[in-house]
């Protein structure tokens, strides 16, 4: 299994208030999720007033995959031009499960199939 994770900083101008800036990164979160098949939420900067820190996660058994869509994300909050993108890093993890008895197949607890 493949994760993929994209810490996206962002700076709003032009915000005055915590209310403006909400309405901008929650406008930016449901963009991202309407267009892509990703999970974004606000993950850091919640009390300033022009400072955001957006993380996007996507998981996938392709890495390289993972990482263009991650990449396509970051340019994309760049070209919806509500906020001004900082600073973006995606980070790729991959997670292996083997099963020591080769088998596929999950037993419940009476180790039935």
């Known amino acids: 299994m493949i994760v993929g994770a994209a810490l996206v900083e962002l700076h709003v101008h032009g915000s005055h ?7 901008v990164v ?8 309407n267009r892509f098949n990703v999970s974004a939420a606000e993950v850091g900067g919640q009390d300033t007033w022009q400072r955001a820190l957006i993380g996007v996660v996507s998981v996938g058994s392709d ?7 991650l990449g396509r994300v970051v340019d994309f909050v760049e070209s919806v031009g509500l906020a001004e993108v900082t600073n ?5 993890l991959t997670l292996d499960h083997a099963d020591p ?3 596929d197949e999950t037993e419940d607890d009476e180790g039935e199939t």
């Not at 973006?88 to 790729?92: A, F, G, L, P, R």
């Open 17 to 23: 208030s915590l209310k403006e800036k909400r309405g």
């Open 26 to 33: 929650r406008s930016v979160l449901q963009r991202i999720r």
């Open 63 to 69: 890495a390289r995959a993972i990482r263009t869509l």
């Open 88 to 92: 973006s890093d995606v980070e790729i």
């Open 101 to 103: 008895s080769g088998d």
